[in-house]
């Protein structure tokens, strides 16, 4: 029997580590082959080059798609889905997969969605149907209505698939796949990993510390080097161990990179600020899972904690909308609020975990349903009366 070729398409750090277990269960599945592609920062070295560790971790890369043009500009993110739909044609063509398999909402993966679609390749989608905020939430929706099934992460997003006008027999909401793993995770740091990664204060992996991501908000773009100044203000009036990983490569990270280096360079002496390009997505997850508080904007942040309890001060308005457990407190992107809700966190302690993202069961079945569906090119509007 041959065995049905799922294409894995990786454009940023976060696609790897939520697709980490996907791709082993696709491996594990007898009537499944796995293809890699990776795109987008995946391949960029100021973003810690993560394909290098898609291959350390024992998958093999086969196509690589250059597609980012380099200025940080809603212009420059508008032309790199243009080179992205170019260049996805090409290797899709080429590796000519069963299913393209996409996760997200990011504009990288709408332009290989565009390729596969006019291509008549088969599209499987996860994480559809979310409320994501920013430009992003019209490129998941957009990937929805390019994708054949749909392996939305909660019931809700499931719902909302549904409702727009997709066919309930291609929905399938077995939970966000990054909570595989997260639950069986220890919180063991390597001794060196602020000191030996990244620049910055010589901070030790296995004391207290606090965790930031902050990308830019493209709806917002211009105001990005204010908020960032906001946070690191926050931060600075509590002078806590903190490790901040670099934006995404999103309109305005430029803005958001320089603001960090400028307070650097201000501070040399500083004590607390340590900044780290990237971290492997185990290691990313047992930091996640350690930190006293998590604060920024990733969806990181909203969904992955929900498998461990970790306290998160969500800033501003990029995830507006999402669904978040009780772990997760919204703020405006003001020094004052900012202070606040960490410090309420710190006096309520860790959470409990939630099954709002799932049960850390979704990648096998995932695996399971890509390998059982009859596959269909021509897609229909999946009219429902009453709603």
Not at 8 to 20: P, S, T
Not at 255 to 264: A, D, E, P
Not at 369 to 382: D, I, N, S, T
Request: proline fraction near 4%; charge should be negative; aromatic fraction near 8%.
């Amino acid at each position: 029997m041959t065995k049905r070729k799922i294409c894995v398409i990786l454009v940023d750090r976060a696609n790897y580590g939520r697709m980490w277990p996907v791709m082993h269960a696709i491996e594990a599945h007898p009537d499944l082959e796995l293809q890699t592609v990776c795109a987008g920062t995946m391949l960029l070295e100021r973003f810690g080059l993560a394909a290098r560790i898609v291959e350390q971790d024992g998958f093999r890369i086969d196509g690589r798609v250059y597609m980012e043009l380099e200025g940080s500009i809603p212009t420059t993110m508008a032309k790199s889905i243009g080179f992205a739909t170019i260049e996805f044609a090409s290797e899709l063509q080429r590796l000519a997969p069963d299913i393209a398999l996409i996760i997200g909402d990011r504009y990288e993966a709408l332009g290989a969605v565009i390729a596969a679609a006019y291509q008549n390749i088969c599209i499987a989608h996860i994480q559809g149907g979310e409320v994501s905020g920013s430009i992003d939430e019209c490129a998941r929706h957009a990937i929805t209505k390019f994708s054949h099934f749909h392996f939305p992460s909660t019931a809700r997003a499931a719902e909302y698939v549904v409702r727009m006008g997709e066919n309930p027999e291609t929905v399938f909401s077995f939970g966000c796949p990054v909570g595989d793993y997260i639950a069986a995770l220890d919180t063991d740091l390597p001794a060196d990993l602020f000191t030996g990664n990244g620049v910055g204060a010589h901070l030790d992996s296995s004391q207290p510390f606090y965790l930031v991501i902050f990308h830019p908000v493209t709806t917002e773009f211009g105001i990005e080097t204010k908020q960032a100044d906001e946070i690191l203000a926050a931060l600075a009036e509590l002078k806590h161990p903190t490790v901040w990983l670099w934006p995404n490569i999103d309109a305005g990270a430029d803005n958001i990179s320089k603001t960090l280096r400028r307070y650097r360079e201000k501070h040399p002496d500083n004590e607390w600020l340590h900044l780290i390009k990237n971290l492997e997505p185990e290691v990313f997850q047992k930091a996640l899972k350690k930190t006293v508080c998590a604060i920024g904007n990733s969806s990181s942040f909203i969904r992955d904690t929900t498998f461990s309890g970790t306290p998160v001060v969500l800033v501003g308005d990029r995830q507006e909308g999402r669904e978040v457990a009780e772990n997760v407190v919204p703020v405006e992107c003001k020094r004052t609020s900012i202070v606040n809700a960490i410090r309420d966190h710190e006096a309520k302690g860790r959470y409990a975990p939630s099954t709002l993202y799932g049960n850390g069961t979704a990648a096998r079945q995932i695996a399971g349903k890509l390998a059982e569906v009859e596959l269909y090119v021509q897609k229909r509007l999946h009219y429902i009366k009453d709603i």
